[in-house]
C-alpha cells in the first residue's frame, strides 16, 4: 500500500524564506527592523506592523535559537487522519520560544505522559518532502 501523504503547508511569498530555511535545518523568526521585537507566524496578507512599536518597515528574517519551553500541549490520541495512524498518540505543544514568539509544533522522543509544563526543549527538523521540513521539538540535549 503506499504511504498516505500527510497534510502540508501551503508555501506563499511571505513564507518562502521560512520554509527554505528549516529545509537547511535553521529557523526563522521576523524581527522588527526597529525596536528588534519578534513575532511568528505572519499569514499571508497580515500586515508587516510591529506589534510591539507600531513601525510598517518590513521586518527581517532572523535566525532563533530554536530553544524554547513548553507552555501547554495536548496529547491526540484519536486518529483524524488516516496519514497519522502511525503516530497516535502524539503531542501538540505550544513552545514558548526564547525570543518571545509562542509556535505549534510537535513534541518528539518524549513518552506524552512524561512531558511537564515549562520542559526545556529544543527544535529539531522533520524532512517530510523535498520542499516541506518541518521545525519540530524534542527534550534540550537529547
Ligand atoms: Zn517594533
Known amino acids: 500500500m503506499a504511504q498516505i501523504q500527510k497534510p502540508l503547508p501551503a508555501i506563499t511569498e511571505t513564507t518562502k524564506p521560512y520554509w527554505e530555511a528549516a529545509r537547511r535545518h535553521e529557523l526563522l523568526l521576523l524581527k522588527c527592523v526597529d525596536c528588534g521585537h519578534y513575532r511568528h507566524p505572519l499569514a499571508p496578507g497580515q500586515s508587516f506592523m510591529c506589534p510591539n512599536c507600531t513601525s510598517v518597515k518590513q521586518p527581517q528574517w532572523a535566525k532563533a535559537s530554536g530553544r524554547g519551553k513548553i507552555a501547554t500541549w495536548t496529547v491526540v490520541h484519536k486518529v483524524f487522519h488516516p496519514a497519522f495512524a502511525d ?28 512531558i511537564r509544563a515549562d520542559m526545556e526543549v529544543e527544535v529539531f527538523f522533520e524532512d517530510l518532502t523535498e520542499e516541506i521540513t518541518l521545525p519540530q521539538f524534542r527534550p534540550a540535549g537529547k
Do not use: H, S, T
Request: proline fraction near 11%; glycine fraction near 8%; charged fraction near 30%.
Open 87 to 114: 503516530e497516535a498518540p502524539y503531542v501538540v505543544a505550544i513552545v514558548q520560544l526564547e525570543e518571545g514568539p509562542r509556535m505549534i509544533a510537535n513534541v518528539r522522543g518524549i513518552k506524552p505522559e512524561d
